[in-house]
Nanobody, 121 residues
């Protein structure tokens, strides 16, 4: 059983930066993927970034967001820079081992509880 806890969301001004954290506990395989998704009441859960052997990003965040993990692989971070008001959402970390598309929420078996990020204009 893998357990994820994500933290770090808060109110930030447009153009500002924020770093989210996702603590991963439990037994994971070497091909374990950790990702960040975001969701609002008006939009479906959308892929933001993922890390496994490499890193992957949604086109909308490339060049502004960086996903990383500590050397032990127990914590995954999402550094978000130059934030925009339309990026206000609940951000979730997710984890799993699979062969399907890492951009699909359905690929992940474990989810954090979500953390609210609000970007003011």
């Amino acid at each position: 059983q893998v357990h994820l806890v994500n933290t770090g969301g808060r109110l930030v001004q447009a153009g500002g930066s924020l770093k989210l954290s996702c603590a991963v506990s439990g037994r994971t395989r070497s091909d374990f993927t950790t990702a960040w998704f975001r969701q609002t009441s008006e939009r479906e859960r959308e892929f933001v970034a993922a890390v496994r052997s490499g890193t992957w990003y949604a086109d909308s965040v490339k060049g502004r967001f960086v996903i990383s993990r500590d050397s032990a692989g127990n914590t995954v971070y999402l550094q978000m820079n130059n934030l925009k008001p339309e990026e206000t959402a609940v951000y979730y970390c997710a984890g799993g081992s699979f062969t399907s598309d890492l951009r699909w929420p359905s690929s992940y078996g474990s989810w954090g509880q979500g953390t609210q990020v609000t970007v003011s204009s």
